[in-house]
């Protein structure tokens, strides 16, 4: 069995798909692992760790995936090259596919059985296979880093004897794994810390990591969580109401990093341009939902903006700015999914199992995704 490794082809995209130690653990079970030249550098690997770990190197795409059963990839090969990889392989990869359902249709002209990792079904047997979470919870570390950076004071209280300085204020919108993971790391800065969700269910969460929750309690929000642990979309009477305790609150802090994001759609808009108007010069306002629409009105994807003296930042895929780390957790993620399918030596894929129904969106010529063919919204 051949599996590649491919040189990720998107811009800004440092993360590989595979790491030393998991290439070892994929030759146990009987793959001949080819990792693409190059592939792990912008990641802090070079081709000789993968070397020394067991994998050949190879040239160029087309011999990386030309004859391979398996091909590993972060981001998923371009549509234009579906071509070069054989009929019937297996893609394991992140692939936005609500977005790039055209890259969708070249793979499945192609003949291509494709995963989109970000499809996984979140129970118990499939966490360790949870790409949204793990790189989900290097993004939101990330970006209380960066919004330190950008914030011209410091985030705990000191207590000097020239004076106090007062501790930072910082609110987190989404309490998913991104938006935890920034409560945490913001705490552990001295930061103030309250953070919002439309899910009643977070408030426990939020408040043993030490925040304090700030949510419109009613009885929409009984029902404002999918089956899978995501928000719903809030009716427009919540939204108002939710939008004017945020407005009150946010005008009071200093930092805020939003999350929200909700499978399928554009980003909801969290803080719109007259909270941002009405927070303090040097405020920062960090955006993790830019790629997709944007939680912040005035954010922009790939730009930090500065409006009425609040730093807006907007960096693109915020897990490859943590790319060696992001890219140890992510080749864990592939690891997991492919052993159970891996039986002595041989590829038998499980098409009965639920992790495998729920995240094969391409197969025999043809998107197959109830979500994406609309048999299943």
Do not use: W
Not at 274 to 283: A, I, Q, R, T
């Amino acid at each position: 069995m051949k599996l590649g490794v491919i040189r990720e082809q998107r811009d800004a995209e440092k993360r590989v798909s595979a790491s030393p130690e998991t290439v070892k653990k994929l030759i146990g079970l009987g793959f001949d692992v080819h990792v693409e030249a190059g592939a792990g550098i912008a990641a802090s690997v070079p081709d000789s760790a993968f070397e020394e770990a067991g994998a050949k190197i190879a040239p160029d795409l087309a011999s990386t995936v030309g004859d391979a059963d398996v091909v590993f990839s972060v981001q998923g090969l371009e549509g234009v090259d579906a071509g070069k990889a054989k009929k019937g392989a297996l893609q394991l990869a992140t692939l936005n596919p609500f977005v790039d359902g055209d890259r969708l249709k070249a793979y499945a002209d192609a003949g291509l059985m494709a995963i989109a990792m970000e499809f996984v079904p979140r129970i118990t047997r499939a966490q360790s296979m949870d790409v949204l979470s793990s790189q989900s919870n290097l993004a939101g570390y990330k970006a209380v880093i960066d919004a330190a950076e950008a914030y011209g004071r410091a985030f705990p209280m000191m207590m000097t004897a020239a004076g106090t300085v007062a501790p930072a204020k910082v609110m987190v919108m989404g309490v998913g794994v991104a938006g935890l993971q920034a409560i945490a790391t913001a705490k552990r800065l001295g930061a103030i810390v309250s953070a919002t969700d439309v899910r009643p269910s977070t408030k426990e969460q939020v408040e043993s990591l030490g925040g304090k929750f700030v949510m419109v309690e009613d009885e929409e929000t009984a029902e404002a969580e999918t089956s899978g642990g995501y928000a719903k979309e809030m009716s427009d009477e919540y939204k108002a109401k939710q939008a004017k305790l945020i407005a009150d609150t946010l005008a009071k802090q200093d930092i805020a990093i939003t999350t929200a994001l909700i499978p399928g759609r554009p980003a909801p808009v969290l803080i719109t341009e007259e909270m941002v108007k009405s927070m303090k010069p040097g405020s920062v306002i960090v955006d993790l939902a830019v790629e997709m629409g944007g939680n912040c009105a005035l954010s922009k994807p790939g730009e930090i903006v500065e409006v009425d003296g609040v730093t807006i930042i907007g960096h693109r895929n915020v897990p490859s700015r943590l790319a060696a780390d992001a890219s140890a957790l992510y080749a864990r993620n592939l690891l997991h999914f492919i052993t159970p399918h891996v039986k002595e030596g041989a590829l038998e894929i499980d098409f009965e199992d639920e992790i495998v129904t729920e995240s094969l969106v391409t197969k025999d010529g043809a998107i197959i995704h109830p979500r994406l063919t609309g048999g299943d919204q």
